[in-house]
């Protein structure tokens, strides 16, 4: 049997190219089943875990065997979670979603790719990671024009009332020196203390 020997999910794999496709075009199909059933549906079934591991083992596959690509596979996409009935809009600049890693090499490849791209070892700042919804907030002239989720990174929902709500999100900026137009991006949460209220 000739194939190639491929690393993922720190297993090696013998795969020739025709059960390469087959399990490519499974994990696409699958991958895009878990996306509707998170983005669209809101009725996830496998944990974000689950879902990253799938995707990892994607990654890898369509890297080994570049001749498989195509430009619509969910490798290629953020997520989408825009909501038809919100107004869409657009960021000025793309809202890309964040890499996750569940191994200590994969941190380690990371510092290495921060070393080689500044020149000299940096200190990280670590916390937990907080769940919640991606908003990107536009400030002009100091207030707040429009709160927008990330929606597939070009353009999301403009859920600017909603977000009014907020309290701690200053609708007016109290001080001087900012931009005439910036957006300011973070993730809305509830505590376990709301939440329990």
């Not at 790719?113 to 937990?128: D, N």
């Not at 536009?138 to 907020?166: E, M």
Request: proline share 4%.
């Amino acid at each position: 049997m000739t194939g190639n020997l491929v690393l993922f999910l720190n297993k090696i794999v013998l795969m020739d190219a025709s059960e390469a496709r087959d399990r490519i075009l499974l994990l696409r199909k699958e991958l895009e089943k878990h996306n509707h059933l998170y983005y669209v549906a809101n009725q996830p079934q496998i944990s974000d875990y689950q879902y990253d591991l799938l995707l990892k083992e994607l990654q890898e596959l369509e890297k080994e065997w570049p001749e498989f690509f195509d430009p619509l596979s969910p490798t290629r996409r953020v997520g989408d979670d825009r909501n038809q009935e919100f107004t869409q809009r657009n960021h000025l600049t793309p809202m890309y979603s964040l890499a996750n890693t569940y191994s200590k090499e994969e941190i380690a490849e990371f510092d290495q790719r921060v070393i080689h791209a500044t020149g000299h070892p940096v200190t990280y700042t670590c916390e937990l990671k907080y769940d919640g919804a991606a908003i990107n907030l536009l400030y002009q002239n100091g207030r707040l024009v429009h709160a927008i989720t990330r929606g597939n990174g070009i353009s999301g929902d403009d859920v600017t009332g909603n977000i009014k709500t907020i309290k701690s999100i200053p609708l007016v900026l109290q001080k001087t020196g900012y931009p005439e137009s910036f957006e300011i991006r973070g993730e809305v949460i509830m505590t376990h203390k709301v939440f329990n209220q």
